[in-house]
C-alpha cells in the first residue's frame, strides 16, 4: 500500500517559482529581468521588506535565472531544466542560503570568504542568499567587506532583511538595493481565492478579506492563516470560522470597549476585558483589534478637536498594548490600566430619539458629539461639590492654582497623583500651565509628559476653560505643601488621625521646611 505524500504548508507549495508567478513588486521584478536579459548582472543584491512580502523567493528565482541554461529571452527562467529543478529542490550544491541569525559569527564569515573563492561545482555561478543578514556581528561585517565590494567573477551575493537600519552603511554602498512593498489586502484575497480553487474548498468572499486584514501586507502570514483556518473548518470556510480559528473577538465585544473607553466608564471597560479574557481570547489579538477601532474612529473625528485628543489618547495606550505589552504578556494589564486612568469624558453626546436605532458607526459618535449643547466641566471624583468648581471658573492665576493645588493632586487619579505632588505650578500664560520640579527628577518630569492630556482634562474640571502642561526643571527649592494644604478638608479620615494624634500627644501643628 503507497504511503501518502506528507503535507506540505500551503506557503511552501504556492511559493513563487518564476518571475512570471511573483505579485505586488512590478517594479523589482521588471528590473531584474532586464538585468539578467541584458547580462548586466550586479555582484551582490539588497532586499529590503517586511516579513513574507517575497525577498526569498525572488532571490531564489534569481539564482534559477542567472544558471538557467534555457532562459526566456527576457530574464525568465525555464524551472525545466536540470540547474532550475535542483534549485527548486533544494539540493543545488552551488546555490547556498545561509540564516545569519545562525551563521552569524566571525568564524563563518571567514569560512564563507574561503569557500566564495573556489569555482563553481555545477552551475555557471555560485549564488550566496544570506537571510536576515542584519542579524551578523559587526565583526562578520567586517570579514565580508573585501568580498562583497570585489567578488569573484563567479560569485553573486543576495542579501535578504527585514531591518536595514542594522546593515552597515559600508555594505548597503556596495549592493544594488530593492525596497519590498507590503501586499494589497486585494491582491493577498486574489491569491487565497485562486488557493481555495485549487483546493476545492469553499470560502465566503467575507473570510477571504479577514484574513487578507489580519496578514497585514504579509502573503505568508495570509497563507499560514488560511491553513490553520483550513485545519479547522474543512472545506467550508465561513467568516465566524476564521474568527474561532483564530481566536478573534466579536466586533461588537470591541465596539462596546472603545464606547466604555470614550465615555470614562471604568466599569465597563473591566467588565469587557474581563467577559473577552473568560470567553478564551488572546489580549494581545483583542488589543490589536482596540487599536484597529480606535485608529478607524480617529480617522473619521477629524471635525471634532476634542473627540480626536481623546481617541489619539486612548490609540497610544491600546498600540503599547498590542506591540510591547503583547511581547512581555502585559496586553490585558494595559487596557485595564488605561479604563482606570482615563478620566470621564467631558462631553456629553446627545442621546439618539427613542425610534431611531441604535449604531455604533464613528460617523454617529461624530454627529452625536457635534450637536451636544456647550459642554460644562464635570468633577473627577463626587465628593467635591459642584458649586465650589464652578464659583472658581474663570479665576485663573497661577496664586490661585497655587493656592488650590492640594486639592488638584486630591482629586487626581491614583497613578497621577504622586507626579502632581512633587511638582508645583510657577507660571501660567494664557492656557499654558509651567510646572516646576526640583532637579535630578527627570524620571517624573517625563511622567508627566506622558500624562499631560489626564492632566489638563483634570485642571479643566477644577478651574475650568482649557490648559496646556509644560515641565520645567529648577534649582530653586520648591516651597512644600503645608499639613493643611496637603491634608485639606477632601479627607476626614486623614483630618480625624491627625486631630487624634495632637490630642495624645499634646503637640501642635507647625509647617516645617523639607529635608532634602
Given amino acids: 500500500m503507497p504511503t ?23 517594479p523589482i521584478v521588471a528590473t531584474l529581468r532586464r538585468a539578467v536579459a541584458g547580462d548586466r548582472l550586479a555582484h551582490a543584491y539588497l532586499f529590503v521588506g517586511p516579513r513574507g512580502t517575497g525577498k526569498t523567493s525572488t532571490a531564489r528565482i534569481l539564482a ?12 525568465e527562467p525555464c524551472d525545466a531544466c536540470a540547474a532550475c529543478v535542483s534549485i527548486r529542490e533544494g539540493r543545488a550544491m552551488d546555490v547556498i542560503e545561509i540564516d545569519a541569525a545562525s551563521h552569524g559569527l566571525v568564524e563563518d564569515a571567514r569560512d564563507l570568504v574561503m569557500r566564495a573563492l573556489t569555482a563553481p561545482s555545477d552551475l555557471r555561478k555560485r549564488v550566496y542568499i544570506i537571510d536576515e543578514v ?26 535578504a532583511t527585514t531591518d536595514t537600519h542594522k546593515v552597515p552603511a559600508t555594505i548597503i554602498s556596495r549592493t544594488q538595493r530593492f525596497d519590498f512593498r507590503r501586499f494589497t489586502e486585494a491582491l493577498i484575497e486574489g491569491k487565497l481565492a485562486r488557493i481555495c480553487e485549487s483546493e476545492a474548498v469553499q470560502v465566503e468572499a467575507q473570510a477571504l478579506a479577514l484574513i487578507a486584514r489580519l496578514a497585514d501586507g504579509g502573503m505568508r502570514d495570509a497563507e499560514s492563516l488560511l491553513d490553520q483556518v483550513l485545519a479547522y473548518a474543512g472545506d467550508q470556510v465561513t467568516l465566524d470560522a476564521v474568527r474561532e480559528a483564530v481566536g478573534l473577538a466579536d466586533e461588537a465585544a470591541i465596539g462596546a470597549l472603545l464606547d466604555g473607553y470614550l465615555a470614562g466608564d471604568a466599569a465597563t471597560v473591566l467588565g469587557q476585558i474581563e467577559a473577552l479574557a473568560d470567553a478564551g481570547r488572546d489580549m494581545a489579538q483583542v488589543a490589536s483589534q482596540a487599536e484597529a477601532e480606535a485608529r478607524t474612529r480617529l480617522l473619521a ?12 489618547l486612548i490609540l497610544r495606550t491600546l498600540a503599547e498594548a498590542a506591540g510591547v505589552g503583547a511581547r512581555e504578556g502585559r496586553a490585558r494589564l494595559l487596557m485595564e490600566l488605561l479604563g482606570v486612568e482615563l478620566p470621564a469624558a467631558t462631553m456629553v453626546p446627545a442621546a439618539p430619539s427613542a425610534s431611531a436605532e441604535p449604531q455604533r458607526a464613528v460617523s454617529a459618535h461624530v454627529a452625536a458629539v457635534t450637536a451636544a449643547p456647550e459642554p460644562k466641566p464635570e468633577p473627577l471624583a463626587p465628593a467635591v461639590p459642584v458649586a465650589a468648581t464652578v464659583a472658581t471658573n ?24 504622586p507626579l502632581l505632588g512633587e511638582c508645583r505650578p510657577i507660571a501660567l500664560d494664557g492656557a499654558r500651565l509651567t510646572l516646576a520640579f526640583p532637579e535630578g527628577r527627570d524620571f517624573m518630569r517625563s511622567r508627566i ?3 499631560a492630556p489626564a492632566i489638563e482634562q ?3 474640571s477644577v478651574f475650568g476653560g482649557s490648559f496646556a502642561v509644560e515641565c520645567v526643571a529648577t534649582n530653586v527649592e520648591l ?12 479627607d476626614p479620615e486623614a483630618r480625624a488621625l491627625l486631630e487624634g494624634v495632637l490630642k495624645i500627644t499634646g503637640g501642635e501643628l507647625v509647617d516645617a521646611p523639607e529635608v532634602r
Fill in 4 to 26: 501518502p505524500d506528507p503535507h506540505r504548508a500551503l506557503y511552501r507549495r504556492w511559493r513563487a517559482q518564476r518571475f512570471g508567478e511573483l505579485i505586488g513588486q512590478d
Fill in 479 to 490: 516651597e512644600p505643601l503645608s499639613v493643611e494644604e496637603a491634608i485639606g478638608d477632601e
Fill in 449 to 451: 509628559t506622558q500624562r
Fill in 458 to 460: 483634570l485642571l479643566s
Fill in 301 to 312: 473625528s477629524v471635525g471634532d478637536p476634542a473627540l480626536s485628543r481623546r481617541l489619539a
Fill in 394 to 417: 474663570g479665576d485663573r492665576s497661577a496664586a490661585t492654582i497655587r493656592a488650590r493645588w492640594a486639592e488638584v493632586v486630591e482629586r487626581a487619579t491614583p497613578v497621577i497623583k
Fill in 134 to 159: 542584519h542579524m551578523l556581528s559587526t565583526h562578520a561585517f567586517n570579514a565580508l567587506l573585501k568580498l562583497i565590494e570585489e567578488p569573484p567573477d563567479h560569485v553573486v551575493f543576495i542579501l
Fill in 64 to 75: 534559477k535565472a542567472i544558471n538557467c541554461t534555457d532562459r526566456a529571452p527576457d530574464g
